[in-house]
Structure formats: C-alpha cells, structure tokens
C-alpha cells in the first residue's frame, strides 16, 4: 500500500521568508495529492491539492509542485505571515484507495 | 448549509464506560472515515467506509466499531472507554474529486 513521508517535522521561518514542506510517497500509480493545514484547535482544511497530469499549481502565496518521477511533492509558501502558522498534512491517493496522510509538519513564522 | 458535524465536541468519562461519537454530513458523499489525533500530531486512520453497510478496519481500529447505515450518519462506538483513549476523534467525508472535509472534531477524556 501507499506510504507517504514528509519532512521536516517542524519548520521556523522569519515572517516574509519562504517555507518549503517536502513528501515523498511509494506508490506510483497515486494520481492525487492534496495539502492540509490545521491551525490550532482547529479542523484540518484543503489549501491546495494537485493530480498527477500536472506539475506545478500556484494559489496566490502557496503553490504546490510534483515530481513523478522521483515520487515527491512540496508545499511552497512565499512571503510568509503569522497567520501561516500552523500545522501541514500531505497526502496521496489513487482514486479508489484512501488517503495516506504524510506525519505533519509544524510551521512557525517568527515576526 | 451543506457540511459535516460531529457530537458532543468535548466528552469527559470514566473508564469501562460505553461511549458513540456521532457524525453526519449533508453534502450526500459515500466515502467517511474516523481519525484519531493527539493535538498538532499525526492523523491515525481507525475505521472508514465507502458507503451503506460498507465498513472498513485502518490502522488503529482496537476496541471500537463503526456503522453505516445511511449515507449521512458514520458514529463510531468505543465498547469500554480506557485512558489510552484520550485523544481528539475527527470524521471526514470524502467528495467526488477525492477531497476530504474533516468535522469539528470530539475532544475525548477518559478518566
């Protein structure tokens, strides 16, 4: 079955910088990779997600690019605000299976 | 509104007691599943199901059970709550294009 791992487990950047969030998954035939993020006390929410045809999605400060190849994916998030503070959940799936979920990722932007 | 609920939000018992968290949706999705998270950890899938009287173990299912009856309701039971049972309980639902909602979340202390 699919096995996704993320890295780092934390990450502390300067409000303004750039934070970058990498995951790694075995299954090739996943096609569907989405990115959660969970402030604290609250419910994990969809940010963005990307499938497998294509390899770069941008949503104003956050993008998300895909490598098939070499099976990994990264969160890219620029110009950083406190308000980014938060934990991030990768994930990957191939439709009919469930989602995997990467171990998290505790992102603090320091003003 | 169309949406995901979970109840009670928080629930405070006493060890070998019989508990059910529920869970509904009005958004019509087949696909639910039960996570348990300790807070800012990582997402522990328990028990999922891909629709009416279709129901799935994950990987950390001990001592609980699920049912699925209608398309909107997915409670899960645990037979006799133990501390190791403290957590947060969220329920997701899953929509046409793989994306996953999570509920509010049931804050869950055994004493």
């Known amino acids: 079955g699919e096995n996704v791992e993320q890295h780092p487990s934390t990450l502390s950047v300067q409000e303004g910088d750039s934070a970058v969030i990498k995951c790694t998954y075995s299954?090739?035939?996943?096609?569907?990779f989405p990115w959660y993020k969970q402030e604290l006390g609250k419910r994990p929410q969809l940010i963005i997600d990307?499938?497998?045809?294509?390899g770069e999605k941008k949503d104003q400060r956050i993008a998300v690019t895909l490598n098939k190849t070499a099976k990994h994916f990264s969160l890219h998030i620029t110009e950083t605000q406190p308000e980014d503070s938060a934990v991030y959940f990768c994930?990957?799936?191939?439709?009919?299976?469930?989602?995997?979920f990467g171990q998290g990722t505790r992102l603090t932007i320091n003003p | 509104e169309a949406d995901i609920y979970q109840t009670p939000r928080y629930l405070v018992i006493g060890t070998g007691k019989k508990i059910t968290l529920e869970c509904s949706q009005t958004?019509?999705?087949?696909?639910m599943y039960w996570y348990q998270q300790d807070p800012g950890m990582e997402l522990h899938l328990i028990h999922y199901?891909?629709?009416?009287?279709?129901?799935e173990k994950g990987d950390l299912s001990s001592e609980s059970t699920v049912s699925r009856i209608r398309t909107e309701h997915f409670p899960l039971t645990l037979e006799s709550a133990r501390p190791s049972h403290t957590s947060q309980y969220l329920c997701?639902?899953?929509?046409?294009?793989?994306?996953?909602?999570f509920g509010p979340g049931t804050r869950l202390t055994v004493t």
């Open positions: 299954d090739s035939a996943s096609n569907y």
């Open positions: 199901s891909y629709g009416v009287n279709s129901t």
């Open positions: 958004m019509g999705h087949d696909k």
């Open positions: 990307i499938r497998s045809n294509v």
């Open positions: 997701a639902s899953e929509g046409a294009g793989d994306e996953q909602y």
């Open positions: 994930a990957a799936t191939q439709g009919a299976q469930k989602l995997v």
